[in-house]
């Protein structure tokens, strides 16, 4: 551990790794506290005992157009730890048989996804129509009606522009909860542009999808961890960071719980926003900024593991349209490495999941394996051998009209003080490319502090 570093970082998933990287590029010696044993926050793997597969909290997915995220994987060596799609394909699932490819043809953007719009077999042709006009509706919005449309919800973006159920149903919703983490009634019509215009008016490149290889935690902890400690920066876990001492309005150092205290120059807290209100006194955020840091509320997302007999699908992934469950992934598919000895080793994914939370791990399993023997008949002669329900409760902040504008930005009132995190106002919904974006900020600003430009 440097004596005195130049930043300490508070905080070990993509925000604080990501920025303790482009912290240490800079020759800047960073100390990064993480409270838990491990890296990773809410991005992480371990191995599962009893069925000796690696388990991913949740499937993570991300996109072409996450060129911060791909960036910073290229710097710690494990990008091609990636599968990258040459263009967006999902196979949608509207009961048994019932299946639809939304698939972008080999054109340039935006007439890629146009085309693969138009292909849609969930959608008839007004159908396919109406939602590319809803499309084009929601760019000319972003542009010219910003505020109006991170005023409204997504239902009520899709009332204004007369969307049918079925066009709600099997494309507009599906994109919604999966990108956003939300139930359209209440998600921001905002940061759904957001979403399209990067992922499917861009580049053809930038719609297709990526998934790790390998589980979460090896696909960037241990790399970014050796990345910032080969450039004389220390990486500490099970480090528990308490509180603050100030002086002259600056940070001088942060306190930990083990009762020592780090001083440094610059600190950096990329935790998620209740930890952040434990953390700092309530002075730093004066009485407006900690009430609007209150009325952040936050979302679930409930994960299922199920390991069958044997293989029920060949697809790697698939959506499920109708039903309680939403994704299923195809792990066998999916982890290159590990997956042939466990053939039938599935994740199901329920996003904006608030309702079930609550529910018994009993009544998830029940309801995920309902749903599949619904979607592929084929699954009720498999025999289930074990499965593991993950619930993530706080899995991303809430991204509804009223919490999108109480996200603060990385600067805060004290010079020294930065702020990281997939909910720091990047005006992205929170996912791993905003976790990013929000660290290399936080980090270009202490660059720019320490005057290394
Ligand atoms: C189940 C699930 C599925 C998801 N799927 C996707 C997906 O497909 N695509 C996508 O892009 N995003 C997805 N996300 C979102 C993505 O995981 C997050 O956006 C991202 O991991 C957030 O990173 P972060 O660094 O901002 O926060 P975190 O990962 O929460 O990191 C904060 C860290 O700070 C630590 N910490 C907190 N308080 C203290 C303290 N006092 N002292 C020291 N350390 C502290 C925590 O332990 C944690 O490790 C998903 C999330 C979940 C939960």
Redesign the pocket.
């Known amino acids: 551990m440097p004596e005195v570093p130049d930043v300490v970082i508070?905080?070990?998933?993509?925000?604080?790794?990501s920025a303790g990287v482009a912290l240490a590029e800079r020759e800047l010696r960073v100390a990064l506290?993480?409270?838990?044993q491990a890296?990773?926050?809410?991005?992480y793997s371990f191995c599962d005992m009893e069925s000796g597969d690696v388990v991913d909290?949740?499937?993570?997915?991300?996109m072409g157009c996450?060129h911060q995220?791909l960036d910073f994987l290229g710097k710690i060596g494990t990008r091609n730890r990636l599968i990258v799609q040459r263009n967006l394909e999902i196979q949608m699932l509207d009961g048994p048989g019932r299946q639809a490819h939304l698939r972008t043809a080999s054109l340039p953007g935006p007439f890629h996804m146009t085309m693969g719009l138009m292909r849609y077999k969930h959608l008839n042709l007004a159908d396919r129509l109406s939602a590319m006009w809803a499309g084009m509706r929601m760019m000319y919005m972003r542009r010219f009606a910003r505020a109006r449309l991170a005023s409204m919800t997504v239902a009520e973006f899709m009332e204004s522009t007369a969307q049918s159920s079925q066009a709600r149903r099997t494309f507009w919703y599906p994109l919604t909860i999966?990108t956003l983490?939300e139930q359209p009634a209440l998600a921001s019509a905002g940061l759904l542009a957001e979403v399209i215009k990067r992922a499917f008016f861009a580049r053809r490149k930038d719609s297709a999808l990526l998934y790790p290889t390998v589980g979460l935690s090896e696909l960037y902890c241990d790399a970014a961890r050796d990345f910032i400690e080969k450039r004389g920066g220390a990486v500490a876990s099970r480090?528990?960071?308490?509180g603050v001492e100030m002086r002259e309005n600056m940070i001088s150092a942060v306190r930990l719980r083990d009762g020592t205290n780090r001083r440094a120059a610059n600190f950096i807290v990329?935790?998620?926003p209740i930890?952040l209100r434990?953390?700092l006194p309530q002075a730093i955020f004066g009485e407006r900024g900690g009430a609007q840091l209150d009325t952040l509320k936050s979302s679930p997302?409930i994960?299922v593991h199920v390991w069958l007999d044997r293989e029920v699908t060949n697809s790697a992934f698939v959506g499920f349209v109708g039903t309680t469950t939403q994704w299923l992934f195809n792990k066998r598919r999916i982890f290159s490495q590990y997956g042939a000895q466990h053939p039938g080793y599935l994740s199901f994914?329920i996003?904006g999941a608030r309702e079930l939370a609550e529910l018994p791990n009993d009544a998830l399993l029940k309801t995920i394996m309902t749903d599949l023997n619904e979607m592929i008949p084929a699954a009720k002669h498999a025999r289930l051998i074990r499965s593991l329900v993950?619930k993530?409760k706080h899995?991303?902040f809430a991204p509804d009209p009223a919490s999108d504008a109480a996200r603060p930005p990385v600067p805060t009132a004290i010079p020294n003080l930065f702020l990281?995190?997939?909910?720091i106002q990047t005006g992205l919904p929170?996912?791993?490319?905003?976790?990013v974006i929000?660290?290399r900020s936080a980090a270009a600003a202490v660059i720019r502090r320490a005057g290394r430009n």
């Not at 890296?39 to 991005?43: E, N, T």
Request: hydrophobic share 45%; proline share 2%.
């Open positions: 508070i905080g070990g998933g993509f925000a604080g790794l506290f993480e409270g838990r890296l990773g926050g809410r991005a909290n949740g499937q993570h997915l991300l996450y995220t999966a983490n480090a528990i960071a308490d990329a935790v998620p930890q434990r953390l997302i994960c994914i996003s993950l993530e899995a991303t990281a995190g997939d909910w929170a996912t791993i490319e905003s976790a929000s660290g």
